[in-house]
């Protein structure tokens, strides 16, 4: 996973800004800053501040080849980022409406009801 973007910008001394996060428009914003930084600790705290926190280290996986971009880590709660069309986004978004959960609550819902009429052999 390469981005094709502009490096990232230098970090300001208190930390990227929630507007900073809010700005991504497309999967290669995500790249540039995990590809551009270790620490992924503002990320952490923006989507804490958000009501989706990080519980342990971020994990990235090519949904393409489903291969893992990042060491595995045992955590309760996994943060993965997926390339979907515009299209879809907007509807996801359109089916959120004024939900706290937003796409992120839709997505995870439907991954559960999935998971109900799927469940996972022991």
Do not use: C, Q
């Not at 893992?68 to 997926?82: K, S, V």
């Not at 839709?106 to 996972?120: G, K, N, Q, S, T």
């Amino acid at each position: 996973m390469t981005s094709t973007r502009p490096p990232l910008p230098p970090r300001p001394a208190d930390g990227y800004p929630d507007e900073f996060f809010e700005a991504w428009t497309a999967p290669e914003d995500f790249e540039a800053y995990f590809e551009g930084t270790d620490d992924h600790s503002d990320f952490a705290s923006f989507m804490a501040r958000k009501g989706n926190p990080v519980t342990g280290r971020i994990r990235i996986v090519d949904e393409a080849t489903g291969t893992e971009l990042t060491p595995p880590a045992p955590a309760p709660m996994e943060f993965i980022g997926l390339r979907v069309p515009k299209p879809k986004v907007d509807h996801l978004d359109a089916l959120a409406g004024d939900s706290k959960g937003g796409r992120s609550g839709v997505v995870r819902a439907a991954i559960d009801e999935y998971l109900e009429r799927h469940p996972i052999a022991p």
